[in-house]
């Protein structure tokens, strides 16, 4: 009696542990690993566990994230996406932007938008492009007028369409987790993506337009026209588009792989700092060592997820929560809803990593096993696991969205805050973000109902 209640119930501690001793302060990293690693002796001394499974950890961390061609990726991802930041490309690409959208209701606020967009797909690290995009953007606004709140809800919400639309480093992250193809992947979340950001773009016209106090246009003196158009948008706007088109191109079109076109996206952002005469030494060590330190973060996550997956499931977990799923009794809706909420409240108050980490291992092998055959069928698409399982993993990125813009713990916000001026309050931040949250909540809802969105481009192009 005593083994089974050891078997059934020590996942359920282990996992509550984890929610509790994140909070701690400790870097997640260490967390995630000592609680596995703490479990597992544990378990040795009620004989649900044995000494020689540890050594199954490091083959795994070895042979799985180590070896893992597509993680190379990672780090020069960053490594573009904070080169763009630090040369001052993105800066430029803004005020391009800026002139572009200057007749259009809340203009500045929908370039805005559009750079996070275009900048999403250089870099999935948000935190550099909140902070990026607040210290470009938030003083020219607010100079103009802006209203506070609309002014950085839009900051905080564009500044995150980085975690999903590709090169997005969760996707690669996701893609090792589930053993689904990162082009696959890249692929699904492209119109998904898009559709965030049009829902964003409809939302800030529309009430632009209705109350044209909330962002006055740009004075006609700062307009730009004829030649010197033509020069700013040779200079600021089609370099970096091209980068991005040059790098998801090779990817989409079979050209590379997703390393290869990371090593151009990091070769092709040095490329643009040196012929705009910014590639200096100070830039060069900034970036390289904030690339470093942020892949060696990453890293260190990613073995601290296999040491807790691999004794959580060790110890039962996966049988516990089949069970649980079972007992329940929701059906397969039930069952996508229920975690889709868990999802969204974990974001309140985890990071995105913590909740990858935590939710796809144990809840991804549910999914696959769950019956949305109809309404895949209904999109043309045949309900294989992989297009379950890739269905579902876009569903959590965009779901995942919110977990940046959420509070207490939305780390958008605090990013926001920290570099905002004084003048700039919490409650104006907050007051700023929920419609942005509404509009990813119904992003979420249209890709799980049509699941065309996020399956139609895999199909189209991988068949």
Known sequence: MENFYIED??????????????????????????????FGFLGMAYDVFSFIE???????????????????AVPMFIYMGTMLEKSGVAEDLLECLNVLMRKVPGGLALSVTLMGTIMAATTGII??????MTLLALPVMLRRNYDPSLATGTIAASGTLGILIPPSIMLVLM???????????????????????SLYTIYIFVRCQMQPHLAPPLPDAEAVHGMDMVRMML???????????????SIFAGFATPTEAAGVGAVGATFLALVKGRLKWDVLKDV??????????LFFLFAGATVFSYVFRSLGGDDLVVDLVDSAGLGAWGVLFLLMLIVFILGFFFDWVE????VLPIFAPVIAQLDFGDHLAVAGIGPTETQVLTWFAVMVAVNLQTSFLTPPFGFALFYLKGVAPKSITIQQIYKGIIPFVILQV????LVMYFPELALWMPNTILE
């Open 54 to 72: 540890f050594f199954n950890i490091v083959s795994r961390i070895w042979g799985g994230i180590a070896e893992n061609m597509v993680m190379v």
């Open 175 to 197: 893609s090792d987790l589930l053993s689904v193809s990162v082009g696959n992947l890249f692929l699904a979340a492209i119109i998904p993506g898009l559709l965030l950001a």
């Open 288 to 297: 390289c060592e904030r690339s470093a330190l942020t892949g060696a973060m």
């Open 442 to 445: 119904i992003g979420l809802l």
């Open 235 to 249: 200079r600021s706007f089609i370099p970096p588009v091209f980068l991005i088109v040059l790098v998801l191109g």
């Open 9 to 38: 119930w020590f996942p359920l501690i282990m996992f509550a542990s984890l929610g509790i001793l994140v909070f701690s302060g400790l870097p997640v990293a260490f967390v995630i690993s000592g609680i596995g690693i703490a």
């Open 355 to 358: 909740i990858t980490l935590i």
């Open 127 to 132: 935190g550099a492009s909140v902070v990026m």
